[in-house]
């Protein structure tokens, strides 16, 4: 069975940090392309960062560019969406997900690609 369980979110004030964790079962993330999107209420979902099977290309949606960092540890299975600065627009559920890919590939940021999705860990940011 193919599960991705999201933890880290929650209440955080403006100009805050949070720390997502993305821990996956059922297959062996080495081999997958990982991307992290979000989707507010009303809105569609959008692609925020993602990360390739190979840890050396990653890409950035330019709303949180240069404020969210994405990374993975293989070896624990477990990708991570650090997230500072937080603003007001950046209140959505965040959902991890993930589509097998070569090694050498670069990851896309298409939610269409991705075939499997976590269950979405809701980030508030609110004063």
């Known amino acids: 069975q193919v599960q991705f369980v999201e933890s880290g979110g929650g209440l955080v004030q403006p100009g805050g940090s949070l720390r997502l964790s993305c821990a996956a079962s059922?297959?062996?993330?080495?081999?997958?392309?990982i991307g992290w999107f979000r989707q507010a209420p009303g809105k569609e979902r959008e692609g925020v960062s993602c990360?390739?099977?190979?840890?050396?290309?990653?890409y950035y949606a330019d709303s949180v560019k240069g404020r969210f960092t994405i990374s993975r540890d293989n070896a624990k299975n477990t990708v991570y969406l650090q997230m500072n600065s937080l603003k007001p627009e950046d209140t959505a559920v965040y959902y991890c997900?993930?589509?097998?890919?070569?090694?050498?590939?670069?990851?896309?940021?298409?939610?269409?690609?991705?075939?499997?999705w976590g269950q979405g860990t809701q980030v508030t940011v609110s004063s």
């Open positions: 997900a993930a589509y097998p890919t070569t090694v050498q590939a670069m990851c896309v940021l298409r939610k269409f690609s991705y075939n499997y």
């Open positions: 059922g297959i062996t993330l080495h081999y997958y392309a």
């Open positions: 990360i390739n099977s190979r840890n050396d290309n990653t």
